[in-house]
């Protein structure tokens, strides 16, 4: 679906279109993502060309931790690749729900939220 959408933009408005994307993606992962000690919203990072592989910080209010990921957003160039992680151990736990709890779902919901904007 990307593909259909940016095949014709100019490089400019590419790169544009791409940080949107990347922007809208990690709020919407960090503010769906539950809070207790912050751990868990403070895990989400941005990596450039690669999958960030650190714990993150603690982030209650997730304010710094897009602002952190805003800034690589921010560099990208042309065809590289953006990858928002969450190296948190439990977090597919929150995502998919585990010992009967239901999941948040936040990296799905962000997903559709996102696609259902693009069509």
């Given at each position: 679906?990307?593909?259909?959408v940016?095949?014709?933009?100019?490089?400019?408005?590419?790169?544009e279109?791409?940080q949107?994307?990347?922007?809208?993606?990690?709020?919407?992962?960090?503010?769906?993502?539950?809070v207790k000690?912050?751990?868990?919203?403070?895990?989400?990072?941005?990596?450039?060309?690669?999958?960030?592989?650190?714990?993150?910080?603690?982030?209650?209010?997730?304010?710094?931790?897009k602002?952190?990921?805003?800034?690589?957003?921010?560099?990208?160039?042309?065809?590289?690749?953006?990858?928002?992680?969450?190296?948190?151990?439990?977090?597919?736990?929150?995502?998919?729900?585990?010992?009967?709890?239901?999941?948040?779902?936040?990296?799905?919901?962000?997903l559709?939220?996102?696609?259902?904007?693009?069509?």
């Amino acid at each position: 679906m990307l593909s259909r959408v940016a095949k014709d933009l100019p490089e400019d408005d590419l790169v544009e279109f791409h940080q949107k994307i990347c922007f809208d993606a990690l709020r919407g992962v960090i503010f769906k993502t539950r809070v207790k000690t912050g751990r868990a919203r403070g895990g989400w990072q941005v990596g450039i060309d690669e999958i960030p592989t650190g714990p993150g910080r603690k982030s209650k209010s997730g304010e710094g931790t897009k602002s952190r990921g805003n800034s690589k957003i921010e560099r990208i160039r042309p065809y590289q690749v953006c990858y928002i992680a969450n190296n948190v151990e439990y977090i597919t736990y929150l995502e998919d729900g585990a010992s009967g709890r239901p999941g948040d779902h936040m990296l799905a919901l962000t997903l559709i939220r996102i696609s259902l904007t693009l069509i």
